[in-house]
Every structure is written in structure tokens, then in C-alpha cells.
């Protein structure tokens, strides 16, 4: 007897908690639909390079452009000297030639 009213509870449960699982997972799809890391949208990603730009030692930031490679390339100045920078990929900074 206690069998039964275990299973016909389960079975009236069910379609109870079948629609709150289901908006569970179209919740999370809808946050990330192919489960994947989302990337930096551009205004971010700017700022981000901005920063790590003037973390290493850089000032007066500005003309920031991104290359078809995926490296970013701006103006900056290092004390008086105005230089251009370039962040690869990896994140590595350097000072290029002037273009």
C-alpha cells in the first residue's frame, strides 16, 4: 500500500516539477546558448587593453585599433616620448615602429 501512494505521489509530482526544470535550462541557454565563454564586447575589451597598456608604464592612451591578426595597436606616451604601442595576442606589449 505504501508502494502505491509512493508511486502515484511520484507520478503527480511530476508534471508539477517538469516545467520549473525546463525554464532552469532555457534560463541558462539563454545566458550562454552554446556553452561557450562569451567574449569581451569591444568597449570592454578596449578598456581592458587600455589598462594593461598603462600598467606598464604608459600614459595619453589613445588611437587603440585592433588588426585583422587580433593585435591591438595605439599612441602612447612612455615620460615625453610619444610611441606606439602594440599588444599581441598573448597580451605581450611592445613599443613598434612608428607608422
Known amino acids: 500500500m505504501k508502494n502505491r501512494k ?3 505521489l511520484s507520478l503527480l509530482a511530476a508534471p508539477l516539477l517538469a ?3 525546463a525554464h532552469a535550462q532555457s534560463a541558462q541557454d539563454a ?3 552554446k556553452g561557450i565563454e562569451t ?3 569591444g568597449t570592454a575589451e578596449e578598456a581592458y587593453i587600455k589598462d594593461q597598456i598603462r ?3 604608459y600614459s595619453g592612451v589613445n588611437s587603440l ?3 585583422g591578426d587580433g ?3 595605439a599612441r602612447a606616451y612612455k615620460g615625453s616620448a610619444d610611441v606606439q604601442i602594440a599588444v599581441d595576442r598573448s597580451g605581450h606589449i611592445s613599443e613598434t615602429a612608428q607608422r
Open 39 to 41: 567574449p569581451f564586447n
Open 65 to 67: 585599433m585592433r588588426d
Open 71 to 73: 593585435a591591438w595597436h
Open 55 to 57: 600598467g606598464a608604464g
Open 31 to 33: 545566458r550562454n546558448p
Open 6 to 8: 509512493l508511486v502515484t
Open 19 to 21: 516545467p520549473a526544470l
